[in-house]
């Protein structure tokens, strides 16, 4: 996934997940999207390095992106918030 296309990824499932989360849009305000994307593991940090290919190396795999993004869709779901949410340490 090259920069421009991560970037419109990260932003739309950011978005999505902040706008489903009444409870982390309330209490993080305006720093509510920078904060999910670190838990998610899509923050600027998170980027290792851009291949040969101009893709980006993620530190965290993206099968891993995708188990965070569900588990978190099903936690809302269910009344639940990230805020909640048992993030990896």
Known sequence: MNAEDFETWREGIVAELIDADAKLAAESGP?????????????????????DNGDL?????????????????EALANGGSALDFPWPT
């Open 31 to 51: 720093y509510a999207g920078q904060w999910l994307a670190i838990q998610l593991g899509l923050s600027d940090g998170d980027i290792v390095m851009i291949d």
């Open 57 to 73: 190396v993620l530190k965290t795999p993206k099968d891993e992106i995708d188990r965070r993004i569900a588990a978190l869709r």
